[in-house]
């Protein structure tokens, strides 16, 4: 029996195994600072056209990002499996695993989240002001009026949310499409991240949020089943919290994470999830980052699952 249908899995492992180890890479080679700096060339011009032509011109960008991102990813794989011949022996399979899981690290990020996370609890702790500040480094909303359980909902939120978009989804599509799905997920998702809002840049971004919505969907939902795997008597009220939230992804794991933890989250004025359970207090945030990494155990397994089974 071949070992071949090994090689994602493994690769994903290394992958995380790097991330855990030695972090992000340097800014000049972290290919989504190069997908940033791509939409930045187009984000200006675009916001000012009027919304049609900035709808049109800004599927017209994704598309183009995305088809480099994957062109560069597959060109970057087939290479790797010339070079090394993953399927002729042991040794070329697992050098393969490991080349490739260094080539899919950057399109994820685990640790920096958490230590990003866990950073806002320790400003916390010195001031209001510095928490406050600690947190705009990770969310959109305007972080000036909120009070310390805000700030703490806030960073909760942060968490679970990146538990998807920064790990199980990007390893969703990697197994689906190897290094080219991931690729092209991470480019969507950091579409989405400078372009999705509805401001000035809404019809200029109204294509990559939809794309980043399509994409994101099931790994959405499995990121929210892995974060109560191990409360699975909650999971049928996952459902009707996820809903409250006007993202129809976003809500699944951050409605996990409150559920899991029993605790208010939410966003002022905006929706509330778990109206019943308690306010984030001070070593909730330590909490939620374990609940987090518990549940990338039945992620991981998973993402693992579906790249072996798609391959035998």
């Known amino acids: 029996m071949s070992t ?21 890479p340097p800014v000049w080679a972290h290919p989504v600072v190069g997908m940033g700096r791509f939409l930045d060339l187009f984000g200006a011009p675009l916001a ?32 790797l499996m010339q070079a090394l011949q993953p399927w002729a022996s042991a040794a070329g399979l697992l050098a393969c695993a490991l080349a490739l899981g260094l080539l899919l690290k950057p399109l994820l990020a ?3 989240l958490v ?14 002001s510095e928490g406050r500040a600690q947190l705009a480094r990770l969310v959109s909303r305007d972080t000036a009026a909120l009070d310390a359980t805000q700030v703490r909902e806030a960073a909760i939120e942060t968490l679970a949310e990146n538990l998807n978009d920064s790990v199980i989804a990007p390893l969703f599509w990697f197994a689906i499409a190897g290094l080219p799905g991931a690729a092209v997920y991470r480019f969507a998702n950091t579409a989405d991240a400078m372009w999705g809002y509805r401001d000035h840049r809404e019809w200029a ?6 794309a ?23 999971l049928p009220r996952l459902a009707g919290e996820a809903r409250r939230t006007p993202s129809p992804n976003s809500g699944w794991p951050m409605a996990a994470m409150a559920l899991r933890l029993d605790l208010k989250l939410g966003k002022p004025g905006v929706y509330q999830l778990n109206s ?7 070593g909730d945030v330590a909490l939620a980052c374990r609940c987090a990494a518990q549940a990338m155990l039945p992620g991981i397994a998973c993402t693992a699952l579906l790249a072996w089974g798609l391959r035998v």
Request: no cysteine; hydrophobic share 60%; net charge neutral.
């Open 4 to 24: 071949l249908p090994l090689l994602l899995p493994l690769a994903m492992l290394a992958a995380l195994a790097v991330d855990r180890l030695f972090g992000e």
């Open 48 to 79: 000012l056209m009027p919304p049609g032509q900035a709808f049109a011109g800004g599927a017209l960008v994704w598309l183009l990002g995305a088809l480099l991102s994957a062109a560069l990813a597959l060109t970057l794989e087939i290479l």
């Open 110 to 112: 685990w640790a920096m």
């Open 115 to 128: 230590g990003e996370v866990r950073a806002v609890e320790a400003a916390l702790q010195r001031s209001l």
């Open 205 to 210: 971004g109204k294509f990559a949020a939809r």
């Open 212 to 234: 980043d919505d399509l994409l994101s969907w099931l790994p959405a939902r499995l990121s929210a089943l892995a974060l109560l795997a191990a409360r699975p008597a909650l």
């Open 276 to 282: 019943s359970g308690a306010q984030p207090g001070p």
